[in-house]
C-alpha cells in the first residue's frame, strides 16, 4: 500500500482534470465530483498511514521512486514521494480538512456559474498540496509549492470581474513569487553543495550516490540555503516581510479562504522549515531568524487584526498570527509543538472560515463585523460552530488551541527564552483578544443589521460538525503533553525536543497562560459585548491608533510606495532609452545614410563639364598615387 | 615588296560572322527598303549565333597562342567572354527589336550596329595589342554613342552627347596611355610589354603613367567611381532596350581588356596596381550603393547599381591571376543575365516612350501583373546577392577571392554595401507588392520579350543553385595564354 | 638632330594638358570637341616622338591609327553635335541637362 | 533513407504548384499546405525516431559536392542541438497556418511563402556547411521579409524592412568570416572547404579566432536578439501577422542561438571561453531589461516580443554558462520558448480575428466570453513565466543551474527574471482577460474546432517536456557535453588577455568525470 | 644652333600658344582657325622627327578635312554666334586650371623621370629606320605589324557612316512621333 502513495495527489489531479472538461455538465454535481475526489485521497492517505504505523518507528519512512523527471550533466532529480511521519501528518492534514471543505462548498458555491471550474481548481489546489508535502526532493516539492501557488492565483481571482479579485490575485501570486524566486535559488545552491536534491542525502539521513561533496557545506553556505529558503516559507506562509498579500486574498471564496489560506497551503512554509529542519540547525543564524520572523509576525498580525472590521480580513491576519506562533515554535527547534499547532490551527481556523462563509451567506454577502451583531439569535448553530472554533484559537482549556499554543509558549520558556516567552505571552493573549473580538462584535450584543440572517443549510453544518469536533479534541488526542502522541509519532522524521529546566513550573505556566486567555476574553467581552464601551466611536477618538491599526501599521502602503512609483518610473525610463537611444541609434544610422544619398543630386547636376571635372580630379589624384610610389 | 606574315584567321572568325552579318544586314535593310525588320531581325540574331558556334569551336584552339602577328589572343578567356557578350547582344536585339518596333523609330541600322558594337566587344576581349583595343573600344563606342542617341526622344539625344563627349574625353586619356606604353618599351604587343617590364626596377615611370591612364580608360568604359559621372544619366536617356545592352555588354568587354592587359600587360607591375583597384572598387561599391537610395527613377537606380556592382567585380580583381579572374568572371556573368532581366522588365513596364520609368510606376505592380513584379523581384534580389540567386554565388565569388588576396577589409566594405544597396532594391519590391496600385495602367505584356525575360531569370535562379555549371569552365578560361 | 626627345615630350603634355583644360571651360559643344581633338594631337606627338626615340615606326604607325579614329570620331561627332542642335537649337554643352541627379 | 533532404525539401514540393496553378482555390491551397506540412512533421518524426540518442556526434549525415572546385558540398546532418528544432520546426509550421487559415488575402501566394519558408528554416538547423548554412540562413529573410510586408498590419513595410536589413547586416559580418575561414581551409588543409567538421581542425591565431567569434557572434546576436540588437524584433512581431509573429518567435529567433552553438563554439573554442563571462552579463542584461521593458508596452504583441528579448537572454546564458546543465537548459529552453511563445502569439492572434485591436486597454473581461481562449492564453503565460510541471520550468532551471556554476551572481541576477517574467505576464493576463468586460470584448465567439486542433498538440506537447523533459533531454546531453568538453580542452589564452575581462574563466563547479561518462559521449573532436 | 633647335624653340611656342588662345577665342570660328595653326606646327614637328609622311597626313586630313569639316558644321550652326565667357559653374575655371596644370606637372615628372632630358634620339634615324624613304618603311611596318588592326580601322569608319546615316537622315515624322510619346524626364515623388 505504501507504494501506492503516489495514487494521493492523483486522485484529486483526475477529479481536476474531469472538471475542467466535464464542468459545464456536471453542472452542480462537479461539487460532488471534487469532494469524492478528494474524500478518496483522504482514504487512501489513511490506509497509507495505517500501513506506515504499521511499522517499527525507525522503519517509518519509505520512499516511492515513479521516474527520473530532469537529468542533464551531473544533475539528477526523481519524481519520488517520500512517506514518513511527517508527510503523512501533512497529507492527513490536507486531505482530511480539505474533503470537509470541499464537501462544503459543494452548498457554498451552488448557485456559480463556474462551479465546475471552481472545482476544478479546488482539485488541483488539493492535488498540489499533497504533492508538496508527499515529495521526495526539493524541486518536486517545489513543483507543489508552485502549483498551489497558481491555484490559490486561479480561486483568489476567481470571482475575476471583480478589478478588486484579479488584482489580489495577482498581488499573491507575484509577492510569493519573490519569496519562491529566492527558494529557487536556495535550491540550486543545495545541489551545488550537495550534489543532490533528495531529502535523503541533503538532510543527513541515508546517503545517495550523487553525492558531491560528502562533506557537506561550510557555516555560511548552510546559512544562505536556510535563509533563501526561509525567503520561500515566509512568502508562501504571508509572515513578515512578505505578507501584504495575504488580505487581499481575502477576495476568493470563502471556502478558497478556509482552504488555501487558513488551514493548508499558508502552513506550507511551517512545513518546509521543519522539513529541512537539519539544514536549519546547521546554521545558528538561520534559525534565529525562524524565531524572530515568528514572533514578530504573530505579534504584528494580532494587533492588526483587532484593527478589522472586515471579518475575513480580521481573520487572515489572525492566520498570520498563528502561523508566526508555529514559527517561533520552529524557530525554537520544537519542531512537533509547531505541527500540533498546524493541524489544531487546521481544523479551528477552517471552522472559523466556514462559519464567517455562513454568515455572509445568510446576511447576503455582508462583511463588515460592524452592521452584524447579535447574530445568535438569527443562526444559532453557526454561533456556535464560531464559539468552539473562537475559544479554541483564544486558548481556552481544553480546547485544542490551548494545547497548541500553551505548548509553544511555555517551552519558549523552558528552553530559556524569557525574552521570547514574554513576548509569545503577549502574543497569546492578543490573540485570544482579537479572536473574542469577532465573536462579540458578530453574535453577541445589539443587531445593527436590518435583514433577518437565515441559517446556513444542514449540507454546509456537517462539515462544520466534523471541524468542530476536531477543533476540539485534536488537542487532547494528539498533544496532551508536548511529547504528545504527535510528537512521538513525529520523532523519527524530527527527533524530540527536550526543554532545559528552568525556575518556574509547568503548572505555573500553564496557570498564566490560562489566566492570559480568559482575561482577554473577559476584555473582549466588556469591550465589545457589554455594550458599556462605545468602541464604534473609537475611531473618531483615537484617529492615529485606529489607523494604524486598521491598515496594518501602513506597511502595505509603504511596500506601494517603496516599489511602485519607482518600480514603474524605471519601466518608463528604459522604454524610452529603448525607443529614443537604442532604437534611435538604428534608425539615425539608417537616415544618415539616406541623408548622404541625398548627394546625388548636388554631384549629378546634369552638367558634362562638371562630369569631366570629376573625370579629371580622378585622373590627376590617380596619376599622382601612382607618380608618388614610382 | 612587303613581307606579310602568316595570316591565320581562325580566331577572328566569330568577329568576321558578325562584321559580315552586319554589313549584309545594312545593305539589305538600306537597299530594299520594304524589307520586314523581323527579317532584319533573325538574320542579325543567326549572325550572332553563328558567331557564337566558331567561338565554341575555338575552345579547344591548339595553335600559336597569338595569332595576326601577335595581335589577337586565341584563348578561352577569350571565348568565354565572347560567349556572354554575344549572349547580351542577341537579348539586346531582340529587346532593341520590340522596343524601336513599339515606339515606330525602328531602323535597319539598328540590328547593324548592334552587330558592329557586339563585334567590337568580342574583339576587344581578344585584343592582344594596345592599339588593337583601342580601335575595338572605338568601334563599340562609336556604335553606342548612335544607339543612344536612337530615338528621337530629347533624353536620348542627350544621352548620346553627353556619353560622347566624355567618351572621347577619356579615349583621349586611353590613347596616351597607349603612347606612354609604348614610350615605356617601344612596343604595343601586350606580351612585349610584360617581357620589357618584367624584371625591371627603375625607369618605371612612363610605365606606371601608361598604367594609370590606362586605368582611366577602362574605369571610364566599366563606369567605376569617379569615373561614372556619364553612367546614370546615359542609362537613363538611352532607350532601354540600348540601355539594357550596353550595361551588360560594354561592362563584361571593358572588364575583359582590363583583365587581359592588368593580368598580363601589367602583370609585372601587380603590386603597384593592387592598391588602384582596391581604391577604386571601396568607391564605386560605396558611391554606387549609397547614391541610389535617393533615385526615384528606376533606371537610374540600376544605374547606381550598376556602378556599384563594378566595384564588386573590381574587388575580385583584387586578386591578381586566375582566383580573381574566374570570380569576376562569374559575376559578368551573374551580373550581365540579371541586368539584362532587370531592363527587360523595366522596358515591358515603362511602354511607349519611356513614360513610365519612375519608381512610382510600379507602386502595386504586383497586382497589375503578376509575373513581371515577380520577375523583376527575382532579379532584384540577385542584384542584392540574397540566395539561391546567381548574385549571391557571385559576390560570394569576388568576395573571397578578395580575402584570399588578403583584401577582406574590402569585402566587408562590399558586405556592408551591400546592406545598404539592398534597401533600395527592397523599396521597390515594397512598392510592387505592399502598395496598392492607383489606377489601371497597362503594361506591355508581349510575348517574346517576357519569354526571353523569363529565360533570364530562369538562369539566374539555376546559375545561383547550380553555379557549378559554368565555374569549371571559368577556371579554364581565368588562364590566360600567352 | 641635337634636340632632346623630352623636349618635344613635354610640347605634347602641355597641349593635352590644354585641352582638358579646354574641354573643362569651354560651353560651346564644337569648341570642347576640337580641345578633344587637340588631345588626340598632343598624343600623336607624344607617338612620334617616341618613335623617334626607340628608333622604330611603330609609333608613327599608333599616330596614323589615332589619326583614323579622331577622323571617325570627328564624323560621328559632329553629327551628335548637329542633331542636338537640331533639337535644342543650341551647341552650349550647359543646355543640355534634362538627366541629372 | 535520406531522411533530413526529406524534411527539408517535402514542403518545397508545393510551391511551384502553388505559384504556377492560377485557377487553385483558396481553400484548396490551404489544404494542400496544410497537408504537406503535416506530411512534412510525420517525416520530421521519422527523424526523431532515426536519431540515435547516444551519440553526441552529427547523424543522419547526407554529402553532395555542390561546387567542387570551392569544397562547397550539400552537407546536412542533426545532432542534439538540431534534432528538436528540426521537430519543433515541422511542429509549429502547421500551428502557425491553422492560426493564419482566416487569411484571404493572396492566399496561394501566402502559402507558397510559408512553405518555402519552412524549407529553409528546416535547411538552416540541418545544414553542418557553413556556406549552405548561409544560404538558408540568408535565404530566410525573403518570405519573411514578404509575410510581414505583405500581409502584415499597420506599420507593417518599416518593420520589414528593419527586419530584412537589420539581419543582413548582422549576417554581413558572418559571410566574410565564413569566406576567412575558408581561406584557412584552403591554406592549411590544402583544399577549401566549408565543412564545419574541417574546419574545426583549423589551427587559428587566439586574436584571429577571438575576432572571427565576435563577428559570427554579432551576426547571430542580431537574430537571437541579445541586448542591444534587439529592437527589429517589437516591430517585426507587431507588425507581422499571426502566422509570421509564430514563425517569427518560435523558430527565427531560434536560428540564433543554434548558430552560436553549432558555429561559435564549434569552431572558436577558445574564444567562446574567453568571452563567456562578458556575454553571460549581457545575457543578464537582456533578460531584466527585456522584462522592464515589457512590463511598460500596452500592446500585447510588443509585450511578448519584448518578453522574448528576456527570455532569448536566459538561452544565451545557459549557453555561455559552459556547463552541461546550462547547455542542455539553454537548448531545451529554445524549444520552449518556441512552444510557449507561439501559443501565446496563437491565443493573441484568436483574440485579435475577433476584437480586431492589439491594445490591452481595449480589452478586458475577456475570460467571461471566451473563457478557453483565456485558458489557452493563461496556459502559455504560465508556461512562459516558468511554473514547474510545464515546459519552460526545465529549461529555466537547468539555465540557472548552470549560471550558478559558472557565476553566482548571474545565476542569482537571472532569477529575478523569474518574478518580473510573473508581473508583466500575470498584468498582461490581467488586463487582457479579467475586470469588467469592454465593449468590444462582448459576444465574441470562443475557440473554433481548428483553433483546438492547434492547441491542444501544443499545449500536451508542453505538459509532456515539463512532466517527462527525459524525452527531449536524453537526446540532447550527449551532444552537449561533447560541446562542453570540447571548449573545455583548450585552455584560455591568458598571454592575449587585455584588461577588463576577468582573468580566470574557469567555472568554479564542474561536473565531475563520473556524471559526463555516464552521459557517454563519444565523439569529441581532439 | 643647330637648325632643329631653332625649328623646335621657334614653333614650340607657337604651338603652345596657339593652343592657349583657342580656349580664350568667344567665336568658334577664331578657335577653329587656332587649332588649325596647333595643327600646323605639329606637322613641322613631325617633319623635325622624321615622320615626313605623317607630316603631309597631318597637312591634309587633319588640318584639311577635318578642320574644315568642322569649320562647316560651325557655319551650319551660325558663325555669329558669339560663346558667353561667364562660368555659370562654380570654381569650375580655377578647378579646371588646377587640375590642368596638375596632370600637365605630372607627365612633365613621368617625362622627366622615364626619359630624361639627356637623352638624343638615335641620330642615324633617317639612314637606317627610315631606309628606303618614310612612307614605304612605314608601310612595311605597317602591313606586317599592324595589319590587323590597319583592317580594323575599315569597320570603325563603316560605324562612322553608319553612324553619321542615322542621326543626319533621321525622317522628321520619327521625331514628331517620339515627341509626344516624350516623357517628362523625372517627375520626384515620395517612395518608401
Same mark, same amino acid.
Given at each position: 500500500m505504501l507504494d501506492a502513495v503516489w495514487v494521493i495527489p492523483a486522485l484529486p489531479l483526475a477529479g481536476a482534470v474531469?472538471?475542467?472538461?466535464?464542468?459545464?455538465?456536471?453542472?452542480?454535481?462537479?461539487?460532488?465530483l471534487g469532494t469524492a475526489a478528494v474524500g478518496a485521497a483522504f482514504?487512501?492517505?489513511?490506509?497509507?498511514?495505517?500501513?506506515?504505523?504499521?511499522?517499527?518507528?525507525?522503519? *517509518?519512512?519509505?520512499?516511492?521512486?515513479?521516474?527520473?523527471?530532469?537529468?542533464?550533466?551531473?544533475? *539528477?532529480?526523481?519524481?519520488?514521494?517520500?512517506v514518513d511521519p511527517l508527510s503523512m501528518t501533512m497529507a492527513m492534514v490536507v486531505t482530511g480538512v480539505g474533503a470537509l471543505i470541499h464537501l462544503y462548498a459543494v452548498g457554498y458555491m451552488e448557485h456559480d456559474p463556474r462551479v465546475g471550474r471552481f472545482f476544478a481548481y479546488f482539485n488541483l489546489f488539493v492535488a498540489f498540496m499533497l504533492v508538496l508535502v508527499l515529495a521526495d526532493n526539493y524541486l518536486l516539492l517545489y513543483v507543489g509549492w508552485e502549483g498551489v501557488g497558481l491555484c490559490s492565483y486561479l480561486l483568489i481571482g476567481f470571482w475575476f470581474e471583480r478589478p478588486a479579485a484579479a488584482s489580489a490575485a495577482k498581488k499573491a501570486f507575484v509577492t510569493t513569487r519573490i519569496g519562491d524566486a529566492a527558494m529557487l535559488l536556495g535550491i540550486v545552491l543545495v545541489f551545488v553543495h550537495f550534489g543532490s536534491l533528495e531529502f535523503g542525502p541533503v538532510l543527513g539521513w541515508g546517503t545517495s550516490p550523487s553525492t558531491v561533496t560528502g562533506a557537506g557545506p561550510s557555516e555560511g553556505a548552510a546559512t544562505a540555503i536556510a535563509l533563501l529558503l526561509l525567503a520561500g516559507a515566509v512568502g508562501k506562509s504571508a509572515q513578515l516581510p512578505l505578507h501584504v498579500w495575504l488580505p487581499d486574498a481575502m477576495e476568493g471564496p470563502t471556502p478558497v479562504s478556509a482552504l488555501i489560506?487558513?488551514?493548508?497551503?499558508?502552513?506550507?512554509?511551517v512545513y518546509l522549515v521543519v522539513r529541512s529542519h537539519a539544514l536549519f540547525e546547521m546554521s545558528e543564524v538561520a534559525l534565529t531568524a525562524v524565531l524572530v520572523v515568528g514572533l514578530l509576525s504573530a505579534i504584528y498580525a494580532a494587533l492588526a487584526s483587532i484593527g478589522q472590521f472586515d471579518l475575513k480580513r480580521a481573520l487572515a491576519y489572525s492566520t498570520m498570527s498563528q502561523i508566526g506562533f508555529m514559527f517561533f515554535a520552529a524557530g525554537m527547534g520544537f519542531y512537533a509543538g509547531a505541527m500540533l499547532l498546524l493541524v489544531c490551527h487546521a481544523f479551528y481556523k477552517a471552522l472559523l472560515f466556514l462559519t464567517s462563509g455562513n454568515v455572509m451567506h445568510g446576511l447576503d454577502d455582508e462583511i463588515d463585523l460592524r452592521r452584524m451583531g447579535g447574530l445568535k439569535a438569527d443562526m444559532p448553530v453557526s454561533a456556535t460552530w464560531f464559539a468552539i472554533g473562537a475559544l479554541s484559537l483564544a486558548g481556552i482549556p481544553p480546547l485544542a488551541g490551548f494545547f497548541a499554543k500553551d505548548h509553544i509558549v511555555g517551552f519558549a520558556y523552558l528552553s530559556g527564552r524569557e525574552l521570547a516567552w514574554v513576548l509569545a505571552s503577549i502574543g497569546a493573549f492578543l490573540s485570544a483578544l482579537y479572536i473574542a473580538r469577532p465573536l462579540f462584535l458578530a453574535f453577541f450584543g445589539a443587531r445593527r443589521n436590518p435583514s433577518h440572517a437565515h441559517e446556513a443549510p444542514w449540507r454546509m453544518h456537517a462539515p462544520l460538525a466534523v471541524l468542530a469536533a476536531g477543533a476540539v479534541v485534536s488537542g487532547l488526542l494528539l498533544g496532551f503533553r508536548a511529547e504528545g502522541v504527535l510528537a512521538r509519532f513525529l520523532e523519527p522524521a524530527l527527533g524530540l525536543a527536550e526543554p532545559g529546566h528552568a525556575d518556574l513550573s509547568e503548572a505555573v505556566l500553564i496557570a498564566i497562560s490560562i489566566v492570559l486567555a480568559v482575561a482577554a476574553v473577559g476584555l473582549a467581552w466588556f469591550v465589545w459585548a457589554s455594550g458599556r464601551v462605545d468602541w464604534e466611536a473609537f475611531p473618531e477618538r483615537q484617529p492615529e491608533l485606529a489607523g494604524w491599526l486598521s491598515n496594518a501599521f501602513y506597511l502595505n502602503a509603504f511596500y506601494a510606495w517603496l516599489v511602485r512609483a519607482p518600480g514603474m518610473g524605471l519601466g518608463r525610463g528604459l522604454r524610452s532609452v529603448d525607443d529614443r537611444i537604442v532604437d534611435g541609434a538604428v534608425n539615425e544610422v539608417a537616415e544618415d545614410v539616406e541623408r548622404a544619398s541625398r548627394l546625388a543630386p548636388v554631384l549629378q547636376s546634369g552638367f558634362v563639364r562638371s562630369y569631366a571635372l570629376a573625370f579629371l580630379l580622378g585622373a590627376v589624384a590617380l596619376l599622382l598615387f601612382l607618380g608618388l610610389r614610382s | 615588296m612587303i613581307r606579310t606574315p602568316a595570316v591565320d584567321v581562325g580566331p577572328i572568325v566569330p568577329e568576321l560572322i558578325l562584321v559580315g552579318v552586319a554589313v549584309v544586314v545594312l545593305l539589305v535593310g538600306v537597299i530594299a527598303r520594304r524589307v520586314e525588320p523581323l527579317a532584319l531581325l533573325y538574320g542579325s540574331l543567326a549572325g550572332v549565333a553563328g558567331a557564337a558556334a566558331?567561338?565554341?569551336?575555338?575552345?579547344?584552339?591548339?595553335? =600559336?597562342?597569338?595569332?595576326?602577328?601577335?595581335?589577337?589572343?586565341?584563348?578561352?578567356?577569350?571565348?568565354?567572354?565572347?560567349?556572354?557578350?554575344?549572349? !547580351?547582344?542577341a537579348i539586346g536585339l531582340i529587346y532593341g527589336h520590340h522596343y524601336f518596333e513599339r515606339s515606330g523609330e525602328g531602323r535597319p541600322e539598328l540590328y547593324a550596329l548592334v552587330l558592329f558594337a557586339t563585334s567590337g566587344m568580342t574583339l576587344i576581349a581578344v585584343a592582344a595589342d594596345l592599339i588593337l583595343v583601342f580601335l575595338a573600344l572605338e568601334i563599340l563606342s562609336l556604335a553606342l554613342y548612335v544607339l543612344a542617341g536612337f530615338s528621337a526622344r530629347l533624353g536620348s539625344v542627350e544621352a548620346a552627347m553627353k556619353y560622347f563627349l566624355l567618351g572621347a574625353f577619356s579615349s583621349a586619356f586611353f590613347l596616351f596611355g597607349v603612347a606612354m606604353a609604348y614610350g615605356a618599351t617601344g612596343s604595343t604587343r601586350l606580351v612585349a610589354i610584360s617581357e620589357s617590364l618584367a624584371g625591371r626596377t627603375s625607369g618605371l615611370a612612363l610605365a606606371l603613367t601608361a598604367m594609370g591612364l590606362l586605368a582611366i580608360g577602362f574605369a571610364f568604359k566599366v563606369s567605376a567611381v569617379p569615373f561614372h559621372m556619364w553612367t546614370p544619366d546615359v542609362y537613363q536617356g538611352a532607350p532601354t532596350a540600348i540601355t539594357a545592352f550596353m550595361s551588360a555588354g560594354t561592362k563584361v568587354a571593358a572588364f575583359a581588356a582590363l583583365m587581359r592587359v592588368f593580368n598580363v600587360t601589367l602583370q609585372p607591375l601587380t603590386w603597384d596596381w593592387r592598391p588602384l583597384v582596391w581604391v577604386l572598387a571601396a568607391l564605386s561599391v560605396i558611391a554606387g !550603393?549609397?547614391?541610389?537610395?535617393?533615385?526615384?527613377?528606376?533606371?537610374?537606380?540600376?544605374?547606381?547599381? !550598376?556602378?556599384?556592382?563594378?566595384?564588386?567585380?573590381?574587388?575580385?580583381?583584387? =586578386?591578381?591571376?586566375?582566383?580573381?579572374?574566374?570570380?569576376?568572371?562569374?559575376?559578368l556573368i551573374a551580373y550581365s543575365l540579371t541586368i539584362l532581366g532587370a531592363f527587360g522588365v523595366v522596358m515591358l513596364v515603362s511602354a511607349r516612350g519611356e513614360r513610365r520609368t519612375s519608381l512610382a510606376s510600379y507602386t502595386g505592380l504586383g497586382r497589375r501583373s503578376p509575373v513581371l513584379a515577380g520577375l523583376l523581384t527575382l532579379f532584384l534580389l540577385s542584384l542584392a546577392g540574397i540566395p539561391p540567386t546567381a548574385g549571391f554565388i557571385a559576390k560570394v565569388g569576388v568576395f573571397s577571392a578578395a580575402t584570399e588576396a588578403g583584401a577582406w577589409a574590402l569585402a566587408l566594405i562590399g558586405v556592408i554595401a551591400s546592406v545598404a544597396a539592398a534597401f533600395f532594391y527592397l523599396r521597390v519590391i515594397v512598392l510592387m507588392f505592399m502598395r496598392e496600385p492607383e489606377g489601371e495602367e497597362e503594361t506591355d505584356e508581349t510575348l517574346v520579350p517576357k519569354l526571353v525575360v523569363g529565360v533570364a531569370a530562369a538562369s539566374v535562379l539555376v546559375l545561383g543553385v547550380f553555379p557549378g555549371l559554368v565555374l569549371g569552365f571559368l577556371d579554364q578560361a581565368a588562364v590566360l595564354r600567352w | 638632330m641635337r634636340t632632346p626627345i623630352s623636349y618635344f615630350l613635354v610640347v605634347s603634355a602641355m597641349l593635352f594638358a590644354i585641352g582638358t583644360v579646354g574641354v573643362l571651360v569651354r560651353k560651346n559643344a564644337l569648341v570642347v570637341f576640337m580641345s578633344i581633338e587637340l588631345q588626340l594631337n598632343a598624343v600623336n606627338l607624344a607617338f612620334v616622338s617616341f618613335s623617334r626615340m626607340h628608333g622604330n615606326l611603330n609609333g608613327q604607325v599608333l599616330a596614323f591609327f589615332s589619326m583614323v579614329v579622331a577622323a571617325a570620331e570627328v564624323v560621328v561627332g559632329l553629327a551628335i553635335i548637329v542633331t542636338v542642335y537640331r533639337r535644342r537649337r543650341s551647341a552650349s554643352v550647359d543646355d543640355v541637362s534634362v538627366l541629372r541627379g | 533513407m535520406p531522411w533530413l533532404t526529406a524534411v527539408i525539401f517535402l514542403p518545397l514540393i508545393g510551391v511551384p504548384v502553388l505559384l504556377l496553378w492560377r485557377g487553385m482555390t483558396d481553400a484548396q491551397a490551404r489544404w494542400l499546405a496544410l497537408v504537406l506540412m503535416v506530411a512534412d512533421l510525420i517525416v520530421a518524426f521519422g527523424v526523431l525516431g532515426a536519431f540515435d540518442a547516444a551519440l553526441s556526434g552529427y547523424q543522419l549525415v547526407e554529402q553532395v559536392d555542390w561546387v567542387a572546385s570551392v569544397g562547397l558540398s550539400y552537407l546536412v546532418g542533426i545532432?542534439?542541438?538540431?534534432v528538436w528544432l528540426v521537430v519543433l520546426t515541422a511542429f509549429m509550421f502547421p500551428v502557425g497556418l491553422i492560426a493564419s487559415w482566416g487569411t484571404t488575402h493572396r492566399v496561394r501566394a501566402f502559402m507558397a511563402l510559408s512553405l518555402l519558408l519552412e524549407t529553409v528554416v528546416i535547411g538552416s538547423f540541418c545544414a553542418l556547411d557553413l556556406l549552405l548554412f548561409f544560404v538558408f540562413f540568408e535565404a530566410l529573410l525573403v518570405p519573411m521579409f514578404l509575410i510581414i510586408g505583405v500581409w502584415g498590419s499597420a506599420r507593417r513595410v518599416y518593420a520589414s524592412l528593419k527586419f530584412f536589413l537589420y539581419t543582413m547586416l548582422g549576417s554581413a559580418f558572418i559571410l566574410v568570416s565564413t569566406l576567412y575561414l575558408w581561406f584557412q581551409t584552403s591554406e592549411q588543409l590544402g583544399r577549401g572547404s566549408f565543412d564545419i567538421r574541417q574546419m574545426e581542425q583549423l589551427s587559428l591565431d587566439v586574436s584571429v579566432q577571438r575576432w572571427l567569434f565576435v563577428a559570427f557572434f554579432v551576426g547571430f546576436a542580431v537574430k537571437v536578439p541579445i541586448f542591444p540588437l534587439h529592437t527589429w524584433l517589437p516591430d517585426a512581431h507587431t507588425e507581422a501577422p499571426t502566422k509570421g509573429s509564430i514563425v517569427l518567435a518560435a523558430l527565427l529567433l531560434k536560428a540564433g542561438p543554434y548558430g552560436i552553438l553549432r558555429f561559435n563554439l564549434d569552431l572558436f573554442p577558445e574564444a567562446s571561453k574567453y568571452f563567456a563571462d562578458a556575454i553571460g552579463v549581457l545575457a543578464v542584461i537582456g533578460i531584466v531589461y527585456g522584462a522592464v521593458v515589457a512590463m511598460m508596452q500596452s500592446d500585447v504583441k510588443r509585450l511578448v516580443a519584448y518578453s522574448s528579448v528576456s527570455h532569448m537572454g536566459f538561452v544565451i546564458l545557459g549557453i555561455f554558462t559552459l556547463t552541461t546543465e546550462g547547455m542542455s537548459g539553454a537548448v531545451v529552453q529554445m524549444v520552449n520558448h518556441g512552444l510557449s511563445t507561439g501559443l501565446l502569439f496563437f491565443a493573441i492572434g484568436m483574440l485579435y480575428e475577433r476584437t480586431h485591436t492589439r491594445e490591452m486597454g481595449e480589452m478586458g473581461g475577456l475570460a467571461r466570453v471566451t473563457p478557453w481562449i483565456a485558458a489557452t492564453f493563461l496556459v502559455a503565460t504560465l508556461s512562459s513565466i516558468g511554473l514547474p510541471g510545464l515546459n519552460n520550468f526545465v529549461g529555466e532551471f537547468l539555465v540557472i543551474l548552470g549560471a550558478f556554476g559558472a557565476d553566482r551572481w548571474l545565476g542569482a541576477l537571472a532569477v529575478t527574471g523569474v518574478v518580473l517574467g510573473a508581473v508583466y505576464m500575470?498584468?498582461?493576463?490581467?488586463?487582457?482577460?479579467?475586470?469588467?468586460?469592454?465593449e468590444r470584448s462582448r459576444n465574441l465567439t470562443d475557440m473554433l474546432p481548428r483553433e483546438w486542433a492547434a492547441v491542444v498538440p501544443v499545449v500536451a506537447a508542453m505538459l509532456v517536456i515539463g512532466v517527462y523533459p527525459k524525452v527531449v533531454l536524453e537526446r540532447v546531453n550527449p551532444t552537449t557535453d561533447g560541446a562542453v568538453r570540447w571548449v573545455d580542452s583548450v585552455e584560455i589564452d591568458q598571454a592575449g588577455l587585455p584588461g577588463g575581462l576577468r582573468a580566470e574563466v574557469q567555472p568554479e563547479y564542474r561536473p565531475p568525470a563520473g556524471a559526463v561518462a555516464a552521459s557517454g559521449a563519444e565523439e569529441v573532436a581532439p | 644652333m643647330p637648325l632643329d633647335h631653332v625649328v623646335f624653340w621657334v614653333f614650340a611656342p607657337i604651338s603652345v600658344g596657339s593652343a592657349i588662345a583657342m580656349l580664350f577665342q568667344r567665336n568658334a570660328v577664331h578657335a577653329a582657325l587656332f587649332l588649325i595653326v596647333n595643327f600646323f606646327t605639329i606637322a613641322v614637328f613631325y617633319l623635325v622627327l622624321g615622320a615626313s609622311f605623317l607630316f603631309a597626313v597631318q597637312i591634309i586630313v587633319y588640318a584639311g578635312a577635318i578642320m574644315v569639316l568642322f569649320l562647316f558644321v560651325i557655319m551650319l550652326l551660325g558663325v555669329d554666334r558669339e560663346e558667353t565667357l561667364i562660368e555659370r559653374l562654380r570654381g569650375q575655371r580655377t578647378l579646371a586650371i588646377v587640375l590642368? /596644370?596638375?596632370?600637365?606637372?605630372?607627365?612633365?615628372?613621368?617625362?622627366? +623621370?622615364?626619359?630624361?632630358? +639627356? /637623352?638624343?634620339?638615335? +641620330?642615324?634615324?633617317?639612314?637606317?629606320?627610315?631606309?628606303?624613304?618614310?612612307?614605304?618603311?612605314?608601310?612595311?611596318?605597317?602591313?606586317?605589324?599592324?595589319?590587323?588592326?590597319?583592317?580594323? /580601322?575599315?569597320?570603325?569608319?563603316?560605324?562612322?557612316?553608319?553612324?553619321?546615316?542615322v542621326l543626319a537622315a533621321r525622317e522628321r515624322r520619327a521625331v514628331t512621333r517620339a515627341e509626344q510619346a516624350a516623357s517628362p524626364a523625372r517627375q520626384p515623388e515620395r517612395v518608401p
Open positions: 474531469a472538471n475542467l472538461f466535464l464542468g459545464r455538465r456536471l453542472g452542480t454535481k462537479a461539487g460532488w482514504a487512501v492517505t489513511v490506509a497509507v498511514l495505517l500501513d506506515l504505523l504499521a511499522l517499527a518507528g525507525p522503519e *517509518r519512512q519509505h520512499i516511492v521512486d515513479l521516474y527520473e523527471w530532469i537529468a542533464a550533466g551531473d544533475f *539528477r532529480v526523481q519524481v519520488s514521494f517520500l489560506h487558513a488551514a493548508t497551503m499558508v502552513t506550507a512554509g | 566558331a567561338s565554341i569551336t575555338l575552345w579547344d584552339w591548339d595553335g =600559336a597562342p597569338t595569332v595576326l602577328a601577335g595581335t589577337v589572343a586565341a584563348d578561352r578567356f577569350g571565348v568565354v567572354v565572347r560567349l556572354i557578350v554575344l549572349g !547580351s547582344a !550603393s549609397v547614391l541610389a537610395i535617393a533615385q526615384t527613377d528606376i533606371k537610374r537606380m540600376l544605374a547606381y547599381s !550598376s556602378i556599384a556592382h563594378a566595384g564588386f567585380v573590381l574587388t575580385g580583381l583584387t =586578386a591578381a591571376g586566375e582566383t580573381g579572374i574566374s570570380s569576376a568572371l562569374y559575376y | - | 545532432d542534439g542541438f538540431s500575470l498584468w498582461a493576463y490581467q488586463r487582457t482577460f479579467q475586470g469588467p468586460s469592454t | 590642368g /596644370t596638375g596632370i600637365a606637372l605630372e607627365l612633365f615628372f613621368a617625362i622627366r +623621370a622615364g626619359v630624361g632630358f +639627356a /637623352t638624343k634620339a638615335p +641620330a642615324n634615324f633617317d639612314e637606317v629606320v627610315n631606309e628606303g624613304g618614310n612612307a614605304v618603311a612605314l608601310s612595311e611596318v605597317l602591313f606586317r605589324d599592324y595589319f590587323f588592326p590597319f583592317e580594323v /580601322t575599315s569597320v570603325l569608319l563603316i560605324v562612322a557612316a553608319v553612324a553619321v546615316m
